[in-house]
C-alpha cells in the first residue's frame, strides 16, 4: 500500500461516496466518467483493496472504502480546524456559512436573526437548505451544513445542542371554528371530527403526533399531509380544518390570518423543543460562531414577546393550558 494517497483521486472518490455513482460524481466535477474511473482504480492500487462494489446502476463503499472514508473526513477536520484557527486571529469579516433548517424557522430567521448579523458582517455569504428533521440531522452530521435548526431531533452523540426551548405542538385553527369554544386544553378525540392537516413522515413534528395518537388510541381524519409548514397555516386559514405545528411557524401570521392556538392535553404534544445544531466536535469558525450568537438571542431572548403575540392572536378563544 502507497503511504502517502493522493489528494486529488481522494476527493474524487468522495464525490463518488456522496453521489453513489461515477457518473454523478463526474458531472459535479465537470469530468468525463472514465477519468473518474482511473483515478478511482489507481486509488485502489495505491489503498491495494476494492473501495467500491457495483449496485444496481451506482456503487457503495465496501469496508475498505468507509474506512478510506473516514480517515478523509478526519484530514479534512484537521486541516478545517487549522485554517479556521488561523483565521481567528482575524476578526471574523469573511466566510460562508451553510445551514439547514426546517421551513418554519425561515420567516424567523429574515425576521430575528439575518438583518443584524449582516449589518455586522456584510462579506459573510450564507446558504441556507430548507428540509425535514431526518435530513437535517444528516447533512450536520456529514458536515455539509455548520448550522441546523429543527425540531425535536433524535438523541445523537454526534450532535451538539447549542440552545433548546420547549416549543409544545398546538392546534391552528380559525378563530370562528367551533373548536374554539371549547375552552380547554383539546383532547384528541375533540379533533377527531374535523378535517386535519400534518406534516409528512420525517418530521419531527409528526413523530409526535404519531406518537400522541397512539397513547389516545385516536386516529386523526388527516386530509393533508405537506411538507411545509406554510401549506399548514394557509389550509387553517382557509377555514378548512385544523393545523397540528408548533406555533413559531406561524406566529407572524396569526393576526392577519385571523388565527387561534389551541393547546392540546396529551403530554407527548407538550414536550416538543426546538434545537439549536452544529456536530458534535466540529470547530466552529469565527463567523459561524457569532452567526450561533444571533440566532440565540434571536429566537430565545424574544421568546416570550413572541407568545405573547401568540396568545394575543388567539385571546377571543385561546383558554391557558
Known amino acids: 500500500m502507497d503511504e502517502k494517497l493522493d489528494a486529488r483521486r481522494t476527493h474524487y472518490f468522495m464525490q463518488v461516496m456522496s453521489r453513489g455513482s461515477v457518473r454523478g460524481a463526474a458531472e459535479v466535477l465537470d469530468m468525463d466518467p472514465s477519468a473518474v474511473s ?10 491495494g ?7 444496481g446502476r451506482g456503487v457503495v463503499p465496501t469496508d475498505a472504502g468507509h474506512i478510506l472514508a473516514r480517515y478523509v473526513k478526519r484530514q479534512q477536520n484537521i486541516q478545517e480546524s487549522f485554517f479556521s484557527e488561523i483565521d481567528s486571529l482575524r476578526k471574523a469579516e469573511r466566510g460562508h456559512i451553510d445551514l439547514v433548517l426546517g421551513e418554519g424557522f425561515v ?7 439575518l438583518p443584524g448579523y449582516w449589518r455586522s458582517h456584510p462579506e459573510v ?37 447549542h440552545y433548546s426551548r420547549p416549543e409544545p405542538i398546538r392546534a391552528i385553527v380559525r378563530q370562528d371554528h367551533p373548536l374554539t369554544r371549547l375552552g380547554r386544553p383539546l383532547l384528541l378525540t375533540d379533533l377527531a371530527d374535523y378535517p386535519g392537516a400534518s406534516m409528512q413522515e420525517g418530521f419531527g413534528v409528526r413523530q409526535h403526533i404519531q ?7 385516536v386516529r386523526l381524519h388527516n386530509v393533508l399531509t405537506t411538507s411545509s409548514f406554510k401549506a399548514l397555516w394557509q389550509f ?28 392540546l392535553a396529551n ?4 414536550q416538543g423543543s426546538l434545537h439549536v445544531l452544529s456536530r458534535a466536535g466540529r470547530h466552529i469558525s469565527p463567523a459561524a ?33
Open 49 to 55: 483493496m476494492a473501495l467500491f462494489e457495483r449496485r
Open 107 to 113: 420567516e424567523l430567521m429574515f425576521d430575528r436573526v
Open 236 to 263: 387553517a386559514a382557509a377555514g378548512i380544518g385544523y393545523a397540528l405545528t408548533p406555533p413559531i411557524a406561524v406566529t407572524a401570521d396569526m393576526r392577519a390570518q385571523r388565527l387561534a392556538s389551541l393547546p
Open 38 to 47: 482511473r483515478a478511482i482504480a489507481a486509488l485502489e492500487r495505491d489503498c
Open 267 to 270: 403530554p407527548i404534544l407538550n
Open 125 to 161: 455569504t450564507l446558504d441556507i437548505d430548507v428540509a425535514r428533521t431526518s435530513e437535517i440531522v444528516q447533512r450536520i452530521v456529514d458536515d455539509r451544513a455548520y448550522i441546523g435548526l429543527v425540531f425535536q431531533p433524535p438523541t445523537d452523540a454526534r450532535l451538539r445542542t
Open 211 to 217: 406518537a400522541a395518537e397512539i397513547s389516545e388510541q
Open 289 to 321: 460562531r457569532e452567526l450561533l450568537e444571533h440566532i440565540v438571542r434571536g429566537i430565545g431572548a424574544p421568546a416570550a414577546a413572541a407568545s405573547a403575540a401568540a396568545a394575543s392572536a388567539a385571546a377571543p378563544t385561546d383558554t391557558p393550558g
